[in-house]
């Protein structure tokens, strides 16, 4: 029953280079006793579905559809959790397509000796090895749980790579150089120790991420000059943050407070995700949220924040308040927050 419904997905995804992977590595061994199905009608609880509370025919519907599963709320799996479980997911089974978009865009073929950042349920990992061998392929997970239940997992199936636990940032020097690095996790910055373990020629492949929430798919090729340069790819992948590339705790935003100046961008400007991707790029250390109408921005270094409104004749306005003169204004007072203004009506406006 579990190889009629591996040959779906198969037949589904259409990946000639990952078909006979696809057809032969078991999923369900990856997924557990139980998965996080989200509540409709919050977006922050989760409630654990467990294969012993359905048929297997039910189970495997739900193992090989092509969607993602979380596996981890808040640091409690799935089959751990005794109820609803409330937070955001932190380790889940990307859905089968993404994580087949994600290898081809690495460009990943026989031969290549692979890092990947994040080994999450191991899933990834043992396609990896049903094609290239196990000693071609290098996994790194920060979290000793997830690490120890993909391991367990992956062994099951039959594969054996490299699976070091650690902080993937650093990438695993012991088994470098390697022909391909991928992130199953995003990053807001790439990482140098990833450039330094790949051979000339090699690639990095991975998600990027922004506090602002602007995201893209970066695709670098190593010279033998030792940088590492590429371009953004067309396909807009996103996966769960790396833990230590999460933003900081948002303070409570307050309306109507500060000095309140005309702007000659317009804040609805940031609901555009490639003006909020180019904005974060000025502003790195910025958190954005929106409510009661307006938009906020605020620094997670400085604690300096702007609360703009649209202007219905077009344009907006600005009321800002916060610490280092007002760092995080459109138009601000301040040396470094004109500075900021600058960049980011250059880049949007």
Same mark, same amino acid.
């Given at each position: 029953?579990a ?34 199905v ?8 989760w ?6 509370d ?9 193992v090989y559809?092509? +969607? ?5 709320v &808040?640091?409690? *799996?799935?089959? $751990?959790?005794? =109820?609803?479980?409330? @937070? ?12 087949v ?15 990947e950042?994040?080994?999450?349920t ?5 396609l990896?090895c ?13 979290d ?5 239940r993909a391991r367990?997992?992956?062994?099951a ?5 490299a699976?070091?636990q650690?902080?993937?940032l ?6 470098a150089?390697?022909?391909r ?8 910055t790439?990482?140098? +120790?990833?450039?330094?373990q790949?051979? &000339?020629g090699? *690639?990095?492949? $991975?998600?990027? =991420?922004?506090?602002? @929430?602007g995201?893209?798919?970066a ?5 033998d ?6 371009r953004?790819l067309?396909?807009?992948?996103y996966?769960?943050t ?7 705790p ?14 000659r ?6 609901e ?11 502003i ?10 307006a938009?906020?921005?605020?620094d ?19 009321d800002?308040?916060?610490r280092s003169?007002?760092?995080m204004?459109?138009k ?6 004109? @500075?900021r203004?600058s ?7």
């Open positions: 029953m190889a009629k419904h591996r040959l779906e997905l198969a037949d589904k995804i259409g990946s000639a280079s990952w078909r006979k992977a696809l057809e032969t590595v078991p999923r369900e061994l990856f997924l557990g006793d139980a998965v996080y989200p509540d409709k009608t919050r977006g922050d609880l409630t654990p579905v467990r294969r012993s359905m048929s297997t025919d039910d189970w495997l519907t739900l559809a092509d +969607a993602t599963l979380v596996t981890q &808040a640091g409690i *799996t799935a089959d $751990a959790a005794t =109820g609803a479980v409330t @937070g955001c997911p932190t380790s889940s089974s990307t859905l089968p397509s993404l994580v978009r994600m290898l081809e865009a690495a460009q990943i073929g026989e031969g290549d000796r692979v890092l950042i994040g080994t999450g191991g899933y990834s990992t043992a990896m049903h094609r290239l061998g196990n000693a071609e392929v290098t996994s790194v997970e920060y000793s749980v997830i690490a120890s367990a997992a992956i062994t199936a039959g594969f054996a790579p699976l070091p650690g902080d993937g650093y990438g695993y020097a012991e088994n150089e390697y022909d690095v991928i992130a199953t996790c995003s990053v807001r790439i990482p140098y +120790a990833w450039v330094r790949l051979r &000339a090699g *690639t990095i492949t $991975a998600p990027m =991420g922004g506090w602002m @929430g995201v893209a798919f695709h670098l090729t190593l010279t000059g030792g940088t590492a340069s590429g953004f067309e396909d807009s992948l996966f769960m790396a833990r230590a590339h999460w933003p900081p948002r303070p409570p935003m307050v309306r109507g407070i500060g000095e309140a100046r005309k702007s961008v317009d804040p609805s400007i940031l555009d995700r490639t003006a909020v991707w180019i904005a974060q790029l000025a790195p250390q910025a958190q954005i949220s929106w409510g009661d109408g938009t906020f921005l605020v997670a270094g400085t604690g300096s924040r702007a609360e703009a409104l649209s202007d219905p004749g077009g344009g907006g306005w600005c800002s308040t916060g003169g007002c760092g204004s459109l601000s007072p301040s040396r470094r927050g004109r @500075g203004a960049r980011i009506n250059r880049a949007v406006g």
